[in-house]
T-cell receptor, first 110, second 111 residues
Framework: GEDVEQSLFLSVREGDSSVINCTYT??????LYWYKQEPGAGLQLLTY?????DMKQDQRLTVLLNKKDKHLSLRIADTQTGDSAIYFC??????????FGQGTTLQVKP | EAQVTQNPRYLITVTGKKLTVTCSQN?????MSWYRQDPGLGLRQIYY???????DKGDVPEGYKVSRKEKRNFPLILESPSPNQTSLYFC??????????FGPGTRLTVL
């Protein structure tokens, strides 16, 4: 069935760039999303990319999509301690169904 | 203020005792969805609804029911809860692709 995989943990120093990776199996995913979850809170949509795009930039966030390898990444420039959270990628089509990865915990060290 | 509200936020119950978790949104969104979050598994979609009276199964619908009689409300019903339904539950609403709101979560424990 459809699957979305993420590495579970990433640790970076404040000011460095963070790159969180995600692979997916469902080639019919039309939209790919990135969410942030802070402790004790719900998810917050950070950004999304259409499957016909290769890259999307939104302030400190850059999303790269390699459709051939079914690989998605989220780059956070100038990572701050406030970026410490769990990051989820998810894929979905026009049906409304969404498949999430397991989440990557980002730890930002001062 | 745009928001998705869930009630209750915390619930401890016993096996077999029917319960309902309410979800309400004030943004007139057509799409609503329920997820459960378990350690190491991320979020898994339970049910979703593209509009009033339209609901569809997500990845893990077994043991759950939903209804969408009006646009703002999307309750999650556990007719006979079991311990494997102990989890953190999130409701969400969406319009388009860039407007999504998640509720604060309901932590359910089934003994």
């Amino acid at each position: 069935g459809e699957d979305v995989e993420q590495s579970l943990f990433l640790s970076v120093r404040e000011g460095d760039s963070s790159v969180i990776n995600c692979t997916y199996t469902d080639s019919s995913s039309t939209y790919l999303y990135w969410y942030k979850q802070e402790p004790g809170a719900g998810l917050q949509l950070l950004t999304y990319i259409f499957s016909n795009m290769d890259m999307k930039q939104d302030q400190r966030l850059t999303v790269l999509l390699n459709k051939k390898d079914k690989h998605l990444s989220l780059r956070i420039a100038d990572t701050q301690t406030g970026d410490s959270a769990i990051y989820f990628c998810a894929g979905g089509g026009n049906t409304g169904k969404l498949i999430f990865g397991q989440g990557t915990t980002l730890q930002v060290k001062p | 203020e745009a928001q998705v509200t869930q009630n209750p936020r915390y619930l401890i119950t016993v096996t077999g005792k029917k319960l309902t978790v309410t979800c309400s949104q004030n943004m007139n969104h057509e799409y609503m969805s329920w997820y459960r979050q378990d350690p190491g598994l991320g979020l898994r979609q339970i049910y979703y609804s593209m509009n009033v009276e339209v609901t569809d199964k997500g990845d893990v619908p077994e043991g759950y029911k939903v209804s969408r009689k009006e646009k703002r409300n999307f309750p999650l019903i556990l007719e006979s809860p079991s311990p494997n339904q102990t989890s953190l539950y999130f409701c969400a609403s969406m319009r388009g692709r860039d407007t999504q709101y998640f509720g604060p979560g309901t932590r359910l424990t089934v003994l």
